[in-house]
């Protein structure tokens, strides 16, 4: 949980640094994908209260949902009220330090995870290619409002950037109030065969352990154990969470990957259920006789 805050605080930081470079260097590009940084922040922060299925966390769900809405709307209400200004080329600076944080602390627990045989490998939030998409959208804008001078209708790149990132902030928060009304579970969600058999078939594992699907509130999280075969470099380690992570992104709005540091015996795991289940049913079926009997009794005193 200690490790899952790091990459909280990290986020933060990040999402502090794009707002605070989005109005220094006039770019609302960057502040809007702040915003969306934002809604993944808080949907982790559900996700770490620990109660699943918790009606209280569902509506809070729901509130969130909400917000990313009206964020979207106010962030493109915002771009088109203030004048037009030329971003300033110190906005790549923000990006750069943004990109830099957000891999280096990813790859930093990946590393010393793999070497201890043990630990978080990594905990995310945002697929790869959403997370270089929005980079990418602020990038083009910053350079299409540079060249605006041979091309007016470029000026408003900026404020084309906002509404490409606030389409993201809209279906997030449509999934996530989807999600708390529609598909709030009760139990852990098993995973299918499909996705369990194409994470199997990656040559980095050594074993697949537990790999479900959670839900806190409308927030899903998938949580996934695994052990690593032994001498695969950290290049290829990284590569293999990073793909994994982005694998399962597709079924869940977190992820979070473990490293276990041995095998795990299913077959003796499912003994340990049954009897586990056997026991329960022995007691239930014990408390009932036991009420049988002291029923049989006051009726016995009775006659």
């Not at 009206?70 to 030329?86: C, E, H, N, S």
């Not at 999280?221 to 694998?247: H, P, R, W």
Request: proline share 0%.
């Amino acid at each position: 949980m200690k490790d899952i805050k790091t990459f909280i605080i990290v986020d933060l930081i990040i999402f502090i640094l794009k707002v605070v470079g989005g109005l220094l260097t006039h770019s609302y590009t960057i502040v809007a994908s702040g915003a969306y940084d934002l809604i993944l922040i808080l949907c982790s922060l559900m996700a770490m209260k620990g109660n699943t299925a918790n009606k209280k966390l569902g509506i809070i769900t729901i509130i969130v949902g909400i917000v990313s809405i009206l964020l979207a709307g106010g962030l493109i209400t915002l771009a088109f009220l203030t004048d037009i200004k030329i971003t300033s080329l110190w906005v790549i600076l923000f990006l750069v330090i943004t990109l830099i944080m957000r891999y280096i602390v990813s790859c930093f627990y990946t590393n010393i995870s793999y070497q201890k045989k043990k630990g978080l490998l990594s905990y995310g939030n945002i697929l790869s290619n959403v997370d270089f998409y929005n980079y990418g959208v602020i990038i083009v804008a910053l350079i299409l409002m540079k060249v605006s001078k041979w091309a007016a209708v470029l000026k408003y790149a900026d404020r084309i950037g906002v509404i490409l990132l606030s389409v993201l902030l809209i279906i997030k928060g449509i999934k996530l109030i989807r999600n708390s009304i529609i598909k709030l579970k009760e139990v852990p969600t098993k995973v299918s065969d499909e996705v369990l058999d194409e994470i199997k078939r990656r040559s980095e594992i050594k074993q697949l352990g537990k790999l479900e699907v959670q839900y806190y509130g409308g927030v899903r999280v998938a949580k996934c154990d695994v052990l690593l075969k032994e001498g695969i470099s950290m290049v290829d380690v990284n590569s293999f969470v990073v793909t994994l992570q982005d694998y399962l992104l597709k079924i869940a709005d977190a992820v979070r990957i473990f490293m276990i540091d041995k095998e795990v015996n299913t077959s003796r795991r499912a003994k340990v259920r049954s009897k586990k289940a056997d026991a329960r049913n022995s007691g239930s079926r014990n408390s009932k006789t036991g009420t049988k009997k002291k029923t049989n009794k006051k009726t016995n005193k009775k006659r």
